[in-house]
């Protein structure tokens, strides 16, 4: 899962020794591709959902207690302990239903992405964190310090495409959310979303990351985030052309499977009013990677 003032310039970090997995034309599995050199960017970043204390912390130490607050003061608990823990059962079923290329949209501390590697899997994570890239490379996986709605490697060539561990939240928009993974993805691709079980929820708030249940523990920035149960999600995907593919329940968790009906050429262009405010801000390196820490 994937979130005050400027901040000092971002560390730089060296490249990966590996190039990283882009899938090849047609969406088909694929050799990878080495990005292009660019010229690194030393402005400033402002600080970002996710980038900063306290969900770096808690990335960085494996632990939490962490959660998403509402302006209410209602509290979402985030499973920091599981995520930075190797990939359970319930991961496992989502991975085997991976085809070729697979793009972790807020791929976090890098389980999945790491998993996907240790099988021989062509495997890109994307986070807008950089404590949650950092692990994810350390773990043995690929991973870029990109928002989804940035410029990406491989668009419209992804076989698979992943948003777990409630990142369907992302942006708070899920049908501008659902837009952009259709231009990732190659036309017949399959996108495998993880929804809030057991209930029709289609929620858009804003909230922050807190270190503590009470309202003065440490706070992230505020940001949009979404939750949707399956049935929500479904009604969202099929406004946006998708095709259902497959629904199943696993540990305890609910996970759909979506067909693309899109192709790169007709797709929208990314819904720039769904983008969080301070991810936009970013200067962008759509071909910059970010390794070890």
Same mark, same amino acid.
């Given at each position: ?66 959660? @998403? ?17 190797? /990939?359970?059962?319930?991961? @496992? ?83 501008? @959310? @659902? ?33 503590? /249940?009470?309202?003065?523990?440490? /706070? ?74």
């Amino acid at each position: 899962m994937s979130t005050g003032s400027g901040a000092p310039a971002a560390r730089r970090l060296s490249p990966p020794p590996s190039p990283l997995p882009v899938p090849a034309s047609g969406g088909s599995r694929s050799r990878p591709e080495r990005p292009r050199p660019r010229t690194p960017d030393t402005s400033s970043s402002p600080i970002t959902p996710w980038s900063a204390d306290p969900y770096s912390d808690a990335l960085r130490t494996g632990q939490g207690p962490l959660y @998403l607050r509402r302006p209410d003061g209602w509290l979402l608990p985030l499973d920091v302990e599981r995520w930075c823990a190797r /990939a359970d059962a319930a991961d @496992l079923e989502a991975l085997r239903r991976c085809e070729g290329a697979v793009l972790d949209v807020g791929c976090g501390p890098g389980r999945l992405v790491a998993e996907l590697a240790a099988l021989g899997r062509p495997a890109l994570g994307i986070d807008v964190s950089e404590a949650a890239v950092a692990h994810t490379v350390r773990l043995g996986g690929q991973a870029l310090h990109r928002s989804v709605f940035e410029p990406l490697p491989g668009e419209g060539r992804w076989d698979t495409a992943l948003l777990i561990d409630g990142n369907v939240g992302i942006g708070g928009d899920p049908a501008a @959310l @659902l837009r952009r993974m259709s231009q990732l993805l190659a036309f017949g691709g399959l996108l495998i979303v993880e929804a809030v079980p057991d209930m029709d929820v289609d929620e858009r708030v804003d909230v922050h990351v807190v270190r503590v /249940a009470n309202a003065h523990g440490a /706070a992230g920035p505020a940001f949009p985030w979404a939750r949707l149960g399956a049935p929500a999600l479904l009604r969202h995907a099929a406004r946006a052309g998708w095709r259902p593919d497959g629904q199943w329940e696993a540990g305890g968790r609910s996970f759909v499977a979506l067909r693309n009906r899109s192709t790169s050429s007709t797709a929208e262009p990314p819904n720039s009013a769904a983008v969080i405010s301070s991810q936009r801000d970013r200067n962008p390196s759509p071909d910059r990677p970010v390794a070890d820490w």
